[in-house]
């Protein structure tokens, strides 16, 4: 099959939702994790391309038109916080470094974001059995003090995208 990527809307379906759901249907990888952060930075970039100068809302609400990036960064970030560490993650992927003009959060680097086992058995069990629960890994991402997990970063930020476009028709 042949097509081309030509459109938001195209870009979105092809790559957006296809690298978020690459990365929630796994476990643990950061390289989808990199790539679901990089998709979800990079629609704000075709959403500006393509409707520069436009209006458009969030929940009924009027938004500034869309004029430059930082200024629609700033109001997704309004309606999502999550959408500043994703559009950190995905700059420090990048760039290997996040060049604190650019942060939108305390995040400093890659080196903040790692693979962790979280969790692990509760209780005893006989040989044999399986303990009550398991650990489980998952991408964290240090932020200031605190560690913050990608996974419901992403979920929610491209939940927003996906209302984001149903309400504006992108």
Not at 23 to 41: D, G, K, P, V
Not at 81 to 104: E, G, Q, W, Y
């Amino acid at each position: 099959m042949f097509f081309k990527i030509e459109t938001p809307a195209k870009f979105f379906q092809h790559i957006v939702t296809e690298d978020v759901s690459h990365f929630l249907s796994t476990e643990a990888n950061l390289r989808a994790a990199y790539h679901a952060c990089t998709s979800l930075l990079s629609y704000r970039n075709w959403i500006l391309a393509a409707y520069k100068g436009s209006g458009w809302s969030s929940n009924n609400v009027a938004q500034a038109a869309l004029v430059g990036a930082d200024r629609f960064q700033r109001a997704l970030e309004t309606i999502e916080p999550h959408f500043a560490t994703v559009t950190d993650l995905a700059n420090a992927s990048k760039h290997m470094i996040l060049d604190s003009k650019r942060a939108r959060t305390e995040l400093y680097g890659n080196a903040n974001t790692q693979v962790e086992e979280v969790g692990g058995s509760i209780g005893e069990s006989a040989i044999g059995e399986i303990a009550v629960a398991g650990s489980t890994r998952c991408i964290n991402v240090k932020i200031g003090d605190a560690y913050h997990d990608v996974r419901p970063c992403v979920q929610t930020v491209f939940k927003a995208w996906q209302e984001l476009n149903i309400e504006n028709s992108w």
